[in-house]
């Protein structure tokens, strides 16, 4: 097999593939043998044709099926011989065969190089968390306003649920902590995002962006028919929606395929849940800087 990669910009390769030989010649013999035991030529029996016979009646047929079966196989062998990280199904062109010779180009897009400068020990900023007496107050405030009711006392504790007043109110600094954690781990998570996605540049592929994209409209559509809408006036907004969800499929795509090299570089697994567990790695080893 012979193979020529052309670069063509940042993600996208043309691959000039040459195969000969054995390899063409008992493909058309095996296929042929198909033909044979099938075919049906006037004055034989189904199997019993002189294979000039079948090549004569099937022969177009044959050379399409040659192409069909050996150019995906030819085309998988280029790419682990280039090791290419392919991501997209390749545009074929340029198909010649002849019984004894294959030669066709293959397009396709592949994974950017990605050049990630420090991934460790990125600076993220924090505050100490704690929970003021009046925003507990205003929680209760507002469960009091949720129910029309006159006081806040033991009363009012138990029809919630809990014996005491101070009960609640315990609970309820633990739900409004939990819920600043939340956010903080959120914040804290976008900081290393942000700092990542500054610090590397890299051509996005085209199908992958158009692939988040469509999901993201998906879900937006999903959305909108949840909200009432019917589908003429949704259809109506796709092209808008397109327009303002690519920015985000771009950046949702980006973080992926960034931390998507950090895993290849730390030895992570690229499955389901790598995002999480790079994630993970990257707080562990960032430089936690505790703010005012």
């Not at 879900?219 to 969800?245: R, Y």
């Not at 960034?258 to 430089?287: G, N, Q, T, W, Y």
């Amino acid at each position: 097999m012979k193979t020529e990669v052309k670069k063509i910009d940042g993600t996208k390769r043309e691959i000039s593939i040459e195969v000969s030989g054995d390899v063409v010649t008992n493909k058309f013999s095996e296929v042929l043998k198909k033909f044979a035991q099938e075919a049906k030529v006037p004055g034989f029996r189904p199997g019993h044709a002189p294979m000039d016979m079948i090549e004569k009646h099937y022969g177009p047929h044959a050379h399409e099926q040659v192409l069909k079966e050996l150019i995906p196989s030819v085309y998988n062998e280029a790419i682990n011989k280039e090791s290419l990280d392919v991501i997209e199904l390749p545009e074929i062109s340029e198909v010649k065969l002849d019984r004894t010779t294959l030669t066709f180009k293959a397009t396709i897009e592949i994974s950017p190089e990605i050049s990630l400068k420090n991934y460790k020990g990125l600076i993220v900023n924090y505050k100490k968390l704690t929970v003021a007496p009046d925003e507990i107050k205003h929680s209760i405030d507002s469960l009091k306003e949720a129910r029309k009711i006159d006081s806040i006392d033991d009363n009012f504790a138990k029809g919630l649920g809990y014996p005491v007043l101070s009960d609640l109110e315990k609970a309820l600094e633990s739900q409004i902590y939990l819920q600043k954690e939340n956010q903080q781990r959120q914040d804290v998570e976008n900081q290393i995002v942000e700092t990542l996605l500054k610090e590397t540049e890299f051509k996005v592929p085209h199908s992958l962006v158009n692939r988040q994209l469509q999901d993201l409209l998906r879900h937006a559509k999903v959305d909108l028919a949840m909200k009432g809408l019917s589908k003429e006036k949704i259809d109506e907004q796709e092209k808008e929606l397109t327009k303002n969800l690519e920015p985000e499929a771009k950046r949702q795509v980006r973080v992926y395929l960034i931390l998507a090299e950090i895993a290849k570089k730390e030895k992570f697994a690229i499955d389901d849940h790598m995002p999480h567990h790079v994630m993970e790695f990257l707080l562990r080893s960032a430089d936690w800087k505790e703010v005012s």
